[in-house]
């Protein structure tokens, strides 16, 4: 099995991660995480516990992240996620505490119990990821890898060259990918093939559990956003879901490594990750970096794992 803190700022995509993460039993959630991103801090870690309580996951230690980007001030993604950061589902209130801890110190704690290195991953701006690397030093052997979703090579979301996660706190992503520490980036050159069509959004409906039917309203909500003819999609590009895809199968994804750093300082570029396809550079390859997937392998994934919540 494969042991992973989730640092996450749900989110629609990020529910979808999380809900995964709980379905396979190849891999052990340890922790949560929350950052400040598709909505405020207070909203995410809100968030977050609502999602484990409907999963019936109340065990999951959940801590809330910094409350704002490094440098930058928070702005935060309403336009795509709604007023709660997960419009669209009817979803229980916590029914458990938060840890009475941060974010980072709650990762702290995590490494510290455990015996083997531990996967990062972080569906949402860096800024946990970041702080905790430079006042907990001496546990980053303990993290194997960083599997984000994150940045893209020529493309952006947020604004013409920058996707948002990046764009929320570019300092952080900095921190993190200059770090040393082996990186799985999924960018949207992935994740926008990363897509659930329309029909197989109205298959999902078939499924009745709680949680299908929570990811269900969530869905149709999500989708609107990315129903405007210029993206291009036939349904919702499904971003957060594909580090937890990596973790299961990476069989399933066409990659490759190269060097990738964040601009934090260009005029138009600020927050781009800048991805060193060529070697032109020299500097070491630091990331994997993800660009294709098998799509009906992922979407099959998605079904399986909404049908496991049956024995809720
Ligand atoms: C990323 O931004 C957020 O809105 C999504 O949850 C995802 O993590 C996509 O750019
Ligand atoms: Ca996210």
Redesign the pocket.
């Known amino acids: 099995t494969t042991k992973l803190i989730l640092d996450c700022?749900p989110?629609?995509?990020?529910a979808l991660a999380m809900m995964l993460a709980l379905a396979n039993p190849e891999l052990d959630l340890l922790a949560v995480t929350t950052s400040a991103?598709?909505q405020t801090p207070e909203k995410t870690l809100n968030n977050a516990m609502r999602l484990l309580t409907l999963m019936h996951h109340q065990e999951i230690p959940v801590a809330g992240g910094n409350r704002t980007p490094l440098l930058k001030l928070l702005e935060t993604?309403g336009n795509?996620?709604g007023k709660s950061g997960l419009d669209g589902a009817e979803l229980p209130d916590p029914d458990f505490k938060v840890q009475d801890m941060t974010a980072i110190e709650l990762m702290a704690k995590t490494l510290r119990a455990s015996a083997d290195p531990v996967t990062l991953v972080v569906?949402?701006p860096m800024t946990n990821a970041a702080l905790f690397l430079r006042v907990y030093p001496e546990l980053k052997a303990k993290i194997s890898q960083i599997v984000f979703?994150?940045g893209a090579m020529g493309l952006g979301?947020?604004t013409p060259s920058v996707?948002?996660?990046i764009y929320v706190d570019p300092e952080a992503a900095k921190i993190v990918m200059n770090a040393g520490i082996p990186l799985v980036m999924a960018p949207?050159n992935v994740?926008h093939k990363a897509q659930i069509l329309k029909p197989e959004i109205a298959a999902l409906k078939q499924i009745q559990n709680p949680v299908a039917q929570a990811f269900n309203g969530l869905l149709n909500f999500f989708e609107r956003y990315h129903e405007a003819p210029k993206w291009g999609f036939q349904g919702a590009p499904l971003?957060?879901p594909c580090t937890i895809t990596w973790l299961l199968h990476p069989e399933w994804f066409q990659t490759a490594k190269m060097n990738v750093d964040v601009d934090t300082a260009g005029e138009l570029t600020r927050g781009e990750t800048v991805c060193d396809y060529y070697e032109l550079t020299g500097k070491p390859k630091n990331t994997e970096v993800l660009l294709n997937i098998d799509r009906e392998a992922f979407i099959n994934l998605i079904m399986t794992s909404l049908k496991t919540f049956d024995n809720l």
């Open positions: 700022d989110g629609h995509d990020d991103g598709n993604a795509v996620h569906t949402g979703m994150g979301n947020w996707e948002f996660n949207l994740t971003h957060d």
